[in-house]
């Protein structure tokens, strides 16, 4: 009689495990890992010094939300850009969790590159930064009337560090 | 990746299952992935075809120190090894993505570095009996950014008819090739060839020249310099 008491808690702390381990991972997994925000961005290089060399344009409107994890994490950079022919630069700014890492030059074809690095674990459960390109060209280069733009697709990843 | 195989207490580092892995041809080779506290946990055995359904979709509780899958779930395999994956192996948790576009603009700019240039025939160091009297200035440069292919720059004056010579020559440009000394006239002349897709200056060297017959006076030139299609 004992054993079947005892046995009938633990299914019934095993119900009540299952629905509060449910509704914490339903929660946290809700958010997707790593999210950009703000959409596309599309960037105009139009003046340039004499003697001297284009102006470059900065871009800060876009965001990064990232899902913090239970152990230590890292979002790292990179870019898809056929024929490439101008420089873009991204850094993140305004860290809420991680390190930022130095700018880093989108390449087409590059290895991954850190981006934010040191997310600690959870919780909070989130984190969020500011993206900042920097785009810009050189007279050399030539325009984009002759060479076409630079289309790049930039892909973030957060993965275990 | 350096891999250390070793007991896990999967339940004291609170393992939370991140994902099934490595399935080959109906059999799954690699096994399931936790996230631990301090790195990931991978464990592993070979699971027959027929327990293929038996994923793991919420496999850990923790209940009196004990790990509880789900049931029917192999326990041979299940503890048949861990392996414990160092922290700084890299796996992807997830990824996003958008596009950046960069457009440069035609852009051509052109700034000469003073605004005013006196030339002035004193005739000073004149030889008696010669007629052609010479003033020359070099204290001025050109500067130009030209992000186009094939170009060249000219130079003009609005003075239709002046009284006197006035010639002009690139000197020493740091791009392109300079066109030989020319004589101002309303007429665009070459200044500079091969100057496209580049940034560069050099010195404006104007000689102005004067006939004794032609008497006393002054003329007033606005040079102007342009950037055309070679």
Not at chain 1, 34 to 50: D, E, H, Q, R, Y
Not at chain 1, 142 to 158: K, L, P, Q, R
Not at chain 2, 141 to 158: A, D, E, Q, Y
Request: neutral net charge; contains cysteine.
């Amino acid at each position: 009689m004992g054993n079947m008491q005892g046995n009938m808690q633990k299914a019934l702390m095993l119900a009540i495990l299952s629905v509060v381990l449910c509704a914490f991972q339903t929660e946290l997994y809700a958010q997707p890992p790593v999210k950009v925000k703000g959409g596309n961005v599309a960037m105009t290089i139009s003046t340039g010094l004499p003697g001297g060399e284009l102006v470059s344009v900065v871009n800060t409107l876009t965001t990064l939300d990232y899902r913090r994890e239970n152990y230590l994490t890292k979002i790292t950079v990179s870019t898809s850009c056929p024929g490439q022919d101008f420089t873009l630069k991204v850094v993140a700014t305004n860290v809420s969790a991680g390190t930022a890492a130095p700018e880093v030059t989108l390449t087409h074809g590059m290895l991954a590159a850190d981006f934010i690095t040191n997310i600690p674990q959870r919780p909070p459960n989130t984190g969020s930064c500011t993206l900042q390109y920097t785009a810009s060209a050189t007279f050399a280069q030539g325009s984009s009337a002759e060479v076409g733009n630079d289309v790049h697709t930039v892909t973030y990843t957060i993965l275990a560090q | 990746m350096q891999l250390t195989e070793q007991p896990v207490d999967l339940i004291s580092r609170r393992a939370v299952l991140i994902q099934q892995i490595i399935r080959i041809r109906g059999r799954v080779l690699g096994g399931y992935l936790f996230n631990v506290a301090d790195g990931l946990v991978f464990l592993y055995g070979v699971i027959p075809k027929a327990d293929l359904n038996l994923r793991i979709t919420r496999p850990i509780l923790l209940f009196n120190n004990r790990l509880i899958v789900k049931q029917t779930f192999s326990t041979i395999f299940l503890f048949a090894a861990l392996l414990s994956i160092p922290a700084n192996v890299e796996a992807q948790i997830g990824s996003d993505n958008h596009t950046v576009t960069v457009q440069v603009s035609t852009v051509t700019v052109l700034q000469v570095s003073s605004g005013v240039v006196n030339l002035n025939i004193t005739g000073a160091g004149m030889v008696a009996g010669q007629d052609q009297m010479m003033a020359t200035d070099q204290s001025t440069s050109l500067l130009w950014g030209i992000n186009s292919s094939n170009k060249k720059i000219t130079v003009n004056t609005n003075l239709v008819n002046p009284t006197y010579t006035l010639k002009i020559l690139a000197v020493s440009p740091t791009v392109g090739i300079a066109a030989g000394e020319v004589t101002l006239s309303t007429t665009p002349a070459d200044f500079l060839l091969n100057v496209g897709r580049s940034s560069g200056s050099c010195q404006i060297r104007y000689t102005a020249i004067a006939l004794a017959s032609q008497g006393t006076g002054s003329d007033n030139h606005q040079i102007t310099f342009t950037v055309q299609t070679q």
